[in-house]
C-alpha cells in the first residue's frame, strides 16, 4: 500500500520525481563555476570551425589553443570530435563541442553528482551582434537551462563585456530583451533551476571598472539601471565583475570615485583575482591584506561579497598560437593546494559565497572539469598531474563547497580522497 501511495504521488506530482534542487532562492553558501561554453569544432552545425581549440590556422599539432585535453571517456561517441593530434600510442585524440546538449548535459551532471552548486553561463556581449556566433551561444543557453533543470542544479547568466566600446551597451539591452521575449531567461515566472539573490533573478555582468579598456561608466551606470529598475524587463539582482583592486584604484582598476558610487548600486560584487596570486602563501596573505578589507568596504555599501578562486594558470599555446609567448604552466596548481589555500582564505575572512574560475576554460589552463592526465604528445604541452584522477579537481570542489558551509573543518590539510572513482589513467 506504501508503495502504490508513492506511485500514485508521482504520477500525480510527476515534478516530485526530478533530482533535488539546490536552493537557488540566493547565492549566500554556494560555490558556483563560470561555465564558457564557447568551445566549437569544425562539423559540430556552429558554422564555428575550430572556435577557442584552436589558431589562426586551424586546430592541429603546433597550432593549439588550448592549454588541457578534455576527458571525453563519458561524453557519447557520436558527439566526440576526432583531431590530428595524436596520443602516445598513436591513437588520435578526440574533443567535444560545447554545443552539443549530450556535452552540457554531462557537464551539469558532473556538478550535482561533485555537490557543485551551479553556474554562470558566460555570455559575450560582442558576439550577441553577429548571428553566426549568437545562435550558437543561444544553444548553450538552451542546454544549459535544460540541464540545470534535469540535474537539480542553479544557474544565471553572466554577461561578459570584454571588447566593448562606449556607446555600445544598447547592444546588450537589446540582446536581454530577446532572450526575455524567447523565454531563454526567466522574467516574471518561476524557474526553480535559475539563480535568486534578494528575491530577484541575478544577472551577472562582468568586465567593470578595468584599466586596460574603455571605462565607459555612464554606459555602465545606465546598463545597471535598465536591469535593476525597467518596469518590463528589469527587477534584477546584478552580480558585478570587478577588477581585484576594485576598492583601492590601483593596478588593474580605474581610479574614479564615479567607479565607487556604481559599485555601490550592485546587490554582489565579485573582484577578478585569476593571476593576481600565484601561491599558496599569496593566497593565505590576502587574508588581511585584501578579503577582509573588501569585505568590511562591501559591508559599508549593503554589498554582498564573492570571492573568485581558481586552480592554476597556463596560456603558453594559446600565446603561441598568436605568435607570442608565455610561460608553460605559469601558476601551477600543486595537486589542488592552491585551490584549496584560496578557498581556505576565503572562509577564514568570513565570504560565504565562492565563484570558481573556470569548470571548463582550457584555454588558460583553469578547468576544474574532467581532464586527461595523459595526453597527447607532439608540437604541443598540454597541463596533466598524471598522479591524480581525471576527476580531482571536481571532487576538491565539492569539499571546498562543503569546508565553506561549515560541513568540513577549515584547516590547513586538504581533504583526504578516499578510493577514488576515477582512475588517474585517462585512456
Not at 335 to 353: E, P, S
Request: proline share 6%; charged share 25%.
Amino acid at each position: 500500500m506504501i508503495r502504490f501511495s508513492a506511485l500514485l504521488l508521482l504520477l500525480l506530482h510527476p515534478s516530485w520525481a526530478e533530482p533535488p534542487t539546490v536552493d537557488t532562492s540566493t547565492l549566500t553558501g554556494k560555490i558556483v563555476c563560470g561555465y564558457q561554453g564557447w568551445f566549437r569544432c569544425e562539423g559540430d552545425g556552429s558554422d564555428n570551425g575550430w572556435h577557442h581549440y584552436g589558431g589562426r590556422d586551424g586546430f592541429s599539432p603546433g597550432n593549439a589553443g588550448i592549454e588541457m585535453w578534455p576527458d571525453v571517456r563519458e561524453i557519447p561517441a557520436k558527439d566526440r570530435i576526432a583531431t590530428s593530434f595524436k596520443f602516445a600510442d598513436g591513437t588520435p585524440a578526440e574533443v567535444f563541442s560545447s554545443v552539443k546538449a549530450s556535452v552540457v548535459d554531462l557537464h551539469f551532471k558532473w556538478m550535482q553528482e561533485y555537490g557543485i552548486d551551479g553556474a554562470m553561463v558566460q555570455r559575450f556581449a560582442t558576439s550577441t551582434r553577429d548571428a553566426r556566433y549568437r545562435e550558437p551561444m543561444n544553444q548553450v543557453l538552451d542546454n544549459c537551462r535544460t540541464a540545470a533543470k534535469a540535474h537539480g542544479r542553479g544557474w544565471a547568466l553572466m554577461y561578459d563585456l570584454s571588447g566593448m566600446k562606449a556607446g555600445q551597451m544598447e547592444t546588450v539591452i537589446d540582446d536581454w530583451k530577446n532572450l526575455i521575449r524567447d523565454g531563454r531567461v526567466p522574467h516574471g515566472k518561476m524557474d526553480r533551476s535559475y539563480f535568486q539573490h534578494h528575491g530577484r533573478p541575478l544577472v551577472a555582468l562582468w568586465g567593470l571598472g578595468f584599466h586596460d579598456r574603455d571605462p565607459m561608466l555612464d554606459d555602465w551606470e545606465r546598463l545597471i539601471e535598465f536591469l535593476q529598475h525597467n518596469p518590463e524587463f528589469g527587477g534584477c539582482s546584478i552580480m558585478l565583475g570587478v577588477p581585484y583592486h576594485w576598492r583601492t584604484g590601483r593596478q588593474d582598476a580605474i581610479s574614479d570615485p564615479k567607479l565607487q558610487q556604481i559599485i555601490a548600486t550592485a546587490d554582489i560584487v565579485s573582484p577578478w583575482a585569476v593571476g593576481r596570486i600565484g601561491t599558496p602563501q599569496d593566497a593565505a596573505q590576502r587574508v588581511e591584506s585584501t578579503l577582509k578589507p573588501d569585505l568590511a568596504r562591501c559591508a559599508e555599501m549593503k554589498n554582498d561579497y564573492l570571492p573568485v578562486i581558481f586552480p592554476g594558470f597556463s596560456w603558453q599555446n594559446l600565446k603561441q598560437s598568436r605568435g607570442e609567448s608565455a610561460k608553460f604552466n605559469a601558476i601551477p596548481r600543486l595537486g589542488g593546494k592552491f585551490l584549496w589555500n584560496q578557498a581556505l582564505a576565503a572562509r577564514r575572512a568570513g565570504a560565504t559565497m565562492l565563484y570558481v574560475a573556470m569548470f571548463d576554460e582550457m584555454d588558460e589552463g583553469t578547468a576544474i572539469f574532467k581532464t586527461n592526465q595523459q595526453p597527447p604528445v607532439g608540437e604541443n604541452s598540454f597541463l596533466a598531474e598524471p598522479d591524480l584522477p581525471s576527476d580531482h579537481y571536481l571532487w576538491l570542489t565539492g569539499r571546498i563547497g562543503q569546508m565553506l558551509r561549515g560541513e568540513l573543518p577549515a584547516i590547513e590539510e586538504m581533504p583526504v580522497r578516499q578510493n577514488p572513482a576515477g582512475s588517474a589513467r585517462t585512456r
